[in-house]
């Protein structure tokens, strides 16, 4: 990844953000950025697959689906038909902790859109008749889904390593879960998650007059409140289990050494921010320890990848090296070696400025569009009080290289993970 001395010299100011509170305890966060050409309406939801109840599994992600397929108001395929209109785009996406809904539009349509997705979004039609040929949709997604080799893979390291917690299953879900679902199911899901408490709107890019009038008067502001006493966050905390697998995956096309060590919850954003430094650098560039060591100097990898999953019960930490069979034990060897020479000796200064410059203007250049600063500040805002996007780097500069070596890379040792070792099934 190649740095321009110019950009880490003058760092770029993030959108100043402002917010709101309604009385139902749903939010707005606004990041007024003058000079983009976009409006982003991101809404998000504590309604994740980890909120899912026993028999429930898959249930968050069939309900992204199916809010699509219409509301009380709008009928299958008018939502983007009317998004498009406007010379605009939309997604949504699912994750363990939350889902958001997004759309992209000029600033002249954004009021039309906003009242467009929180129709769809919190009034979802959710019929009958479109519910089974969309579960079979999402039936598809999962036997597509286990056909993957390599996706098998990583669910068989969070199966083992988080076992007992929904972190450690599909957010797909199972099958005989959907299929046992029904639209009423669904919709005690939904009115049970998408609550006042639980609900933030991001409006990230160019503010038109007048939308955040229209938004005090939206239905988000009229959101049912949580029932006293309900729980807002996710009841279990991550208890990671450490331990080693071997296993054959068929038309797996290389040898995979995957390891996996429990992080900081992503509310602890210091310790979060050494982490994401501590990975950087082990792997990030030709330049880093596991990737000079592995792949540049021994040749003995095709690939190796190390990165941090923020999660609101317990972060996680995945190393994942792709190699011929035969050299999987010098792999993990080499792995090793790497790991205790971090935790035994401090990196020095240059080291420790890249690492940082790295992950420094990774940031920064993320919060140049209205979609990425929505996808930044939206889950912060949601589960936390909003910041400042570009906050995180005082708690990156405030690591030092003693600070790493005793309380990151001490931690992120062989003993301390579970260890998963995938071979080609012809590989015996």
């Known amino acids: 990844m190649g740095l321009c001395h110019g950009i880490l010299s003058h760092p770029s100011q993030g959108p100043e953000l402002t917010h709101q509170t309604f009385g139902n305890g749903s939010r707005c966060v606004f990041a007024p950025m003058p000079d983009a050409g976009l409006t982003c309406l991101d809404f998000w939801c504590r309604a994740g697959s980890a909120f899912e109840n026993k028999g429930e599994e898959g249930l968050a992600h069939f309900l992204e689906h199916m809010v699509f397929k219409g509301s009380r108001q709008l009928g299958a395929g008018d939502f983007d038909r009317r998004i498009e209109a406007l010379g605009g785009s939309s997604n949504a996406a699912t994750g363990f902790d939350d889902v958001h809904f997004h759309v992209l539009v000029p600033p002249e349509g954004a009021c039309e859109a906003l009242e467009l997705l929180l129709d769809l979004v919190l009034e979802p039609a959710l019929r009958a008749d479109a519910y089974g040929m969309e579960r079979d949709v999402v039936l598809e997604e999962i036997a597509q889904y286990r056909d993957q080799p390599d996706e098998q893979v990583v669910q068989h390291l969070l199966a083992s390593s988080c076992a007992n917690h929904p972190y450690g299953r599909p957010i797909l879900g199972w099958e005989e879960s959907l299929l046992a679902s029904s639209p009423d199911t669904m919709a005690a899901f939904h009115q049970r998650r998408y609550r006042g408490t639980n609900c933030c709107l991001m409006v990230a890019g160019a503010i038109p007059k007048g939308l955040e009038q229209t938004i ?33 995956v068929e038309r797996l096309e290389a040898a995979r050494l995957l390891m996996a060590w429990p992080a900081a919850a992503a509310d602890q954003q210091h310790q979060v921010m050494g982490i994401d430094l501590a990975t950087t650098l082990l792997a990030e560039g030709r330049r880093s320890r596991l990737v000079e060591r592995l792949r540049e100097e021994l040749q003995i990898v095709e690939s190796i990848d190390m990165d941090l999953t923020t999660l609101e019960q317990g972060s ?43 992950v420094g203007n990774g940031l920064r250049f993320s919060l140049e569009a209205p979609g990425s600063v929505a996808g930044i500040a939206g889950p912060q805002a949601l589960w936390r009080e909003p910041q400042d996007p570009l906050r995180p780097l005082q708690d990156l500069q405030n690591w030092t290289a003693a600070g790493l070596q005793s309380d990151v890379f001490g931690q992120l040792q062989a003993s301390r993970a579970f260890t998963l070792v995938a071979l080609p099934e012809e590989a015996s």
């Open 316 to 358: 996680l930490v995945m190393l994942e090296a792709c190699c011929p069979a035969e050299h999987i034990e010098e792999v993990e060897a080499e792995v090793d070696r790497v790991l205790q020479e971090c935790a035994s000796t401090p990196v020095q200064a240059a080291e420790m400025e890249r690492g940082r410059q790295l």
């Open 216 to 248: 005090s008067a939206s239905r988000l502001a009229s959101l049912a409140t949580q029932p006293e006493g309900h729980p807002n966050g996710i009841d279990e905390t991550l208890n990671f289990q450490r331990g080693r697998d071997t296993i054959q």
